[in-house]
Every structure is written in C-alpha cells, then in structure tokens.
T-cell receptor
Framework: SAVISQKPSRDICQRGTSLTIQCQVD?????MFWYRQQPGQSLTLIAT?????????ESGFVIDKFPISRPNLTFSTLTVSNMSPEDSSIYLC???????????FGSGTRLTVV | AQSVTQLGSHVSVSEGALVLLRCNYS??????LFWYVQYPNQGLQLLLK??????LVKGINGFEAEFKKSETSFHLTKPSAHMSDAAEYFC????????????FGQGTRLTINP
C-alpha cells in the first residue's frame, strides 16, 4: 500500500492567518482526498484533488476557504485560509491507488486556532 | 450516493466478551465497505475491507465482518475483547466505479472494562 508523509503534524495558529498542509505520497496516484475531523467527530470529505484539474469540493466547503494544489501525481497541499477557532480540527489526506487494498491515510495535521 | 450509519456512538464491553459494532449502509450500487480504527491521538488504520469477494471478511487483530446484502449491513465482530481494542471505530463506504470518495459513519467509541 502507499505511504503518505503529511506535515506539519500539528500547529497552533492565530485567527485570521492561513496554514498550508502538505501531503507527499511514495507512489503516483490519480486522486488525493482531503478530510476534516472536528473534535470528537467523524471524518468529513473536504475535496477530491486530481492532478491537472481543479479540485472537486463537497457541499459546505469552498475553494476560497480551502484552496488545494495538485502539481503532480505524488503531491498535494491544502490551505486553510483566514482561520477562525471553528477551523480547529484534524486535517487528513488520503489516497487509494487500488481500492481493493483500501484507502491509506496520512498521520494528520492537528490544527488549533486561537 | 453512498452513506453509512453506525448504531451506537459508544459501546462498552468487558474484557474477554464479544465485541459487536454495527454498521448499515445505503448504496445505489454494490458497495465497497471498510472498517477503520483510530487509537487516541493517532491516525486511521485499516482493519478490514469488503470489495465484492468473500462476504465474510477477516481483518487484523482478530476482527471480522460479514457483508449481508439482504440486511444492508457490515457489522464488525471480535470473539474476545482485549484491553488494547479500546479505540474509535469507523465504518466507511465507497462505490466501485465513478467517484471514488470514501464516506464515513459517525464512529463508535469502544470501551473495554477490566
């Protein structure tokens, strides 16, 4: 299965600032997925990122707030913009090179906005 | 569209007792189904998956699940609970074709009593 390196692992940020989260995969994948896990909650898909095209956002998530880059088949970034305390969550990236083997997740970025 | 419902946000069992975590799915096409475990302050680990092969699926750490199409269920079981099984468990579903996103249930927190 694929191995994902996600960073930073955690950060404490001031409201109104932005944070960019990076995910590097050890193999080429068509799609990368970005999830948010709010405190004590399940995972919610933010967007699906394809290389060479704009990301597809889920209902309730917009590009201005969560811009995504996908410059090649092994790398993606998610930016959390103009942060507020409500953005405090764990953000995870995920890939599924072959769904018969399941989805692999990064270790997550624990974001606290103060 | 796919969705999953996990019955019981919190399940508590005694060490050595049977573990049963319930998951029901809704899907317009034959689904792929997954169980993930999340230990405190850690990432997601795949326990097992159903991808249209055998309906009884065995996973890691002694867990197994049975896909029952007639009941639209994919319940997770373990014959004898161990203290180390205490964690959050997530059931998830995706479609085999088309949009490959993974949709999660609400999660079930498993507590093991000595």
């Amino acid at each position: 299965s694929a191995v994902i390196s996600q960073k930073p692992s955690r950060d404490i940020c001031q409201r109104g600032t932005s944070l960019t989260i990076q995910c590097q995969v050890d193999s080429q994948v068509t799609m990368m997925f970005w999830y948010r896990q709010q405190p004590g909650q399940s995972l919610t898909l933010i967007a699906t990122a394809n290389q060479g095209s704009e990301a597809t956002y889920e209902s309730g998530f917009v590009i201005d707030k969560f811009p995504i880059s996908r410059p090649n088949l092994t790398f993606s970034t998610l930016t959390v913009s103009n942060m507020s305390p409500e953005d405090s969550s764990i953000y995870l990236c995920s890939v599924a090179p072959d769904r018969n083997y399941g989805y692999t997740f990064g270790s997550g970025t624990r974001l606290t906005v103060v | 569209a796919q969705s999953v419902t996990q019955l019981g946000s919190h399940v508590s069992v005694s060490e050595g007792a049977l573990v049963l975590l319930r998951c029901n799915y809704s899907s317009s096409v034959p689904p792929y189904l997954f169980w993930y475990v999340q230990y405190p302050n850690q990432g997601l680990q795949l326990l097992l998956k159903y991808t249209s092969a055998a309906t009884l699926v065995k996973g890691i750490n002694g867990f197994e699940a049975e896909f029952k199409k007639s009941e639209t269920s994919f319940h997770l079981t373990k014959p004898s609970a161990h203290m180390s099984d205490a964690a959050e468990y997530f059931c998830a579903v995706s479609a085999p074709q088309g949009a490959q996103k993974l949709v999660f249930g609400q999660g079930t927190r498993l507590t093991i009593n000595p």
